[in-house]
């Protein structure tokens, strides 16, 4: 069993996916998404990959406000959520996804990514801190580490 994490934007869905143990996520894509209301290619490639990597799982980011209301970003991916869940017929997981983006650039810059290149990773490394922050939970939620 494999899960996916998804960063969901209105340009780019940066996508990770945990290794079968479920104690990991690795970012391995970002899907370019070429106009924000449509979503056929976007969800026909998110598809693809939940056959390829055999995820059972989706969690999406939630993008709410640093005063934990919720806004349009939140609202857009709560509806991404639902077509997620009537396409693949996998359960999707909402996750907080706050400063998901922030400790993904701070990741680039220790890693010595220059500025410049940051943004064709970024999606991709928040997509990874969502996933792997909902694997640490579901593994300290049942005390028994799996």
Not at 85 to 107: K, Y
Not at 124 to 131: D, G, H, S, Y
Request: glycine share 8%.
């Amino acid at each position: 069993m494999r899960i996916m994490g998804l960063d969901f934007g209105s340009k780019t869905v940066g996508v990770a996916i945990s290794d079968e143990l479920l104690l990991t996520a690795q970012g391995i894509e970002i899907i370019e998404r070429k106009e924000e209301n449509k979503l056929r290619r976007t969800l026909a490639r998110i598809e693809a990959l939940i056959v390829e990597y055999g995820v059972e799982e989706i969690v999406l980011g939630l993008p709410k406000h640093m005063n934990n209301t919720l806004g349009e970003r939140a609202e857009l991916s709560m509806e991404f959520k639902d077509k997620l869940e009537r396409r693949t017929g996998l359960p999707v997981q909402m996750w907080d996804e706050r400063l998901t983006t922030v400790a993904a650039d701070r990741a680039m810059m220790e890693a010595g990514i220059r500025r410049e290149h940051r943004k064709e990773h970024v999606d991709r490394i928040a997509a990874c801190f969502i996933l792997q922050g909902y694997l640490d939970y579901r593994k300290n939620k049942d005390g028994s580490g799996t």
